[in-house]
């Protein structure tokens, strides 16, 4: 509770006698009317945000420093009016002033009328990139509407899930199950969007078969859409389209299905779904950006058809792979978390490509893991991965240093980005070669361990031996 006799009106009159200027004065430094400032003085008129910041420059005093205060007046002590709590909201947005923005709406929120606005306002600060900001207000909207309005509280839940998705594979599994309960309230063409999110989420996460359920989804949804798009003569221009093209969402759908089936080990289905999303022949699209996205399909199948081979054993692909590869830089660390795999599993070496590929492995590693975007924190848990199967192809060719290298690299990531499964993988495989270890491995091992047990106490009990 804000003390009572403290307002900014009666801060700004202590300001005018200490500096001894008139209201007049202080109007021509701050560039506000003059009338408009001894109507605020005299508690006869609120001022705007704009002129709450001219104010606040005027005494010298850092942007946002009387937003607690102007908050509590605004819903208090005045009339609330959303031509002031709109841009104020933005206002408390762009300054990152996110204590007061949660006060503000935590108080705008005990008068239901506010929710659309509020939620239109999230929107806008989620479409500028102000997901912070944003998630606040999504909360606050989904907390108000638990028995209605269940498309607008489906979409609160997609952003808050979207919005909340970090490093740590924990909470994002968190996240996701509360997020399972409101896809389907959502509008088709946005549960498109929302399906293949959760779908990328969960594959994320190795929930293989969570994630077949939401992408079998996505596909169905597509299809059916798709199909009544091209039944009606005039499609109304009035229906929410998704993001991508409809057929795109197909192919996808398809793509995803041949990932999962290559991650149970069944290839033969993983290149059945490959053939699905390399044959276009269906689709009745053909503008310019059709065809970019009926191209990068194609592109994608020829590269899992390479890799799918491989990883049954085919080793006469990996040349032709690799000269694919080299030309799609993008592609290339994510294909040698398969083609590690491959090498393990199969025995042949692969040094001179590791080697070639060498700084672009370095490169990423030097970023560290747990920062960037979602779809950045999705790649440091395969990059995690792979770093432990690159260990592990090194111990094999009993290059031990280098391996133990990489070993303890990868369990320094998974630790920031709390992979429990790939920490598991990492100890276990640093204490079959635990002899082997020179005294600054067995160091660096002990260190990383210390911060796992001191942060996941409760999690590691019983699994781990302590080094």
Same mark, same amino acid.
């Given at each position: 509770?804000?003390?009572?006799?403290?307002? $900014?009106?009666?801060?700004?009159?202590?300001?005018?006698?200490?500096?001894? =200027? *008139?209201? *007049?004065?202080?109007?021509?430094?701050?560039?506000?009317?003059?009338?408009?400032?001894?109507?605020?003085?005299?508690?006869?008129?609120?001022?705007?945000?704009?002129?709450?910041?001219l104010v606040t420059e005027a005494m010298n005093l850092e942007e946002g420093y009387f937003y607690s205060f102007y908050a509590y007046e605004c819903m208090i002590q005045s009339s609330p009016n959303w031509r002031r709590?709109?841009?104020?909201?933005?206002?408390?947005?762009?300054?990152? +002033?996110?204590?007061?923005?949660?006060?503000?709406?935590?108080?705008?929120?005990?008068?239901?009328?506010?929710?659309?606005?509020?939620?239109?306002?999230?929107?806008?600060?989620? /479409?500028?990139?102000?997901?912070?900001?944003?998630?606040?207000?999504y909360k606050k909207v989904a907390e108000s509407e638990k028995y209605q309005h269940a498309e607008r509280l489906g979409m609160c839940q997609y952003r808050i899930f979207t919005c909340s998705l970090n490093s740590d594979q924990e909470h994002n599994l968190d996240c996701t199950i509360q997020f399972e309960n409101y896809v389907k309230r959502l509008p088709d063409a946005v549960q498109l969007d929302a399906l293949k999110d959760l779908a990328n989420t969960l594959l994320s996460l190795r929930k293989w078969n969570k994630a077949k359920y939401y992408i079998q989804e996505m596909g169905r949804i597509s299809r059916v859409l798709y199909?009544?798009?091209?039944?009606?003569?005039?499609?109304?221009?009035?229906?929410?389209?998704?993001?991508?093209?409809?057929?795109?969402?197909?192919?996808?759908?398809?793509?995803? =299905?041949?990932? $999962?089936?290559?991650?149970?080990?069944?290839?033969?289905?993983?290149?059945?779904?490959?053939? &699905?999303?390399?044959?276009? *022949?269906?689709? !009745? #699209?053909?503008? #310019?950006?059709?065809?970019?996205? +009926?191209?990068?399909?194609?592109?994608?199948?020829?590269?899992?058809?390479?890799?799918?081979?491989?990883m049954k054993g085919n080793t006469d692909v990996l040349e032709p792979y690799i000269d694919y590869l080299s030309s799609r830089e993008n592609e290339i660390l994510k294909a040698l978390f398969k083609i590690i795999q491959a090498a393990n599993m199969y025995h042949f070496e692969i040094d001179q490509y590791l080697d070639k590929? #060498? !700084?672009?492995?370095?490169?990423?590693? +030097?970023?560290?893991?747990?920062?960037?975007?979602?779809? #950045?924190?999705?790649?440091?848990?395969?990059?995690?991965?792979?770093?432990?199967?690159?260990?592990?192809?090194?111990?094999?060719?009993?290059? $031990?240093? +280098?391996?133990s290298k990489y070993i303890l690299e990868s369990l320094e990531i998974s630790y920031k980005i709390n992979s429990t499964a790939n920490i598991v993988? &990492?100890?276990?495989? $640093?204490?079959?070669?635990? /002899?082997?270890? *020179?005294?600054?491995?067995?160091? !660096?091992y002990a260190a990383i361990m210390k911060e796992v047990y001191y942060q996941n106490e409760k999690k590691v009990s019983g699994v781990f031996t302590h080094p």
């Open positions: 509770m804000l003390p009572t006799d403290t307002t $900014i009106s009666t801060e700004l009159l202590r300001y005018l006698k200490k500096e001894n =200027l *008139s209201i *007049s004065s202080f109007a021509n430094k701050s560039r506000i009317n003059s009338g408009t400032l001894s109507r605020f003085i005299k508690g006869q008129q609120p001022l705007s945000v704009s002129n709450l910041d709590l709109g841009p104020f909201i933005m206002r408390c947005a762009e300054l990152n +002033k996110l204590k007061c923005l949660d006060q503000l709406v935590g108080m705008m929120m005990d008068n239901l009328t506010y929710s659309s606005l509020l939620f239109d306002t999230a929107e806008a600060l989620y /479409h500028k990139g102000n997901r912070e900001a944003a998630l606040i207000i199909s009544q798009k091209h039944k009606q003569a005039r499609p109304s221009s009035r229906l929410k389209r998704p993001a991508k093209p409809l057929f795109g969402y197909i192919l996808y759908s398809d793509l995803l =299905l041949g990932s $999962i089936a290559a991650e149970n080990d069944d290839y033969d289905q993983a290149l059945y779904y490959v053939s &699905c999303y390399e044959d276009q *022949s269906w689709v !009745k #699209e053909s503008d #310019e950006a059709a065809e970019i996205t +009926k191209e990068q399909f194609r592109e994608w199948a020829k590269g899992n058809r390479y890799l799918y081979e491989l590929f #060498e !700084k672009l492995i370095l490169n990423h590693l +030097k970023r560290g893991g747990g920062v960037g975007s979602y779809t #950045e924190y999705i790649i440091d848990d395969r990059f995690a991965n792979f770093l432990t199967d690159l260990g592990k192809y090194y111990i094999w060719k009993d290059n $031990i240093q +280098k391996g993988r &990492c100890c276990t495989t $640093i204490e079959h070669i635990r /002899h082997k270890l *020179s005294y600054s491995d067995l160091q !660096k």
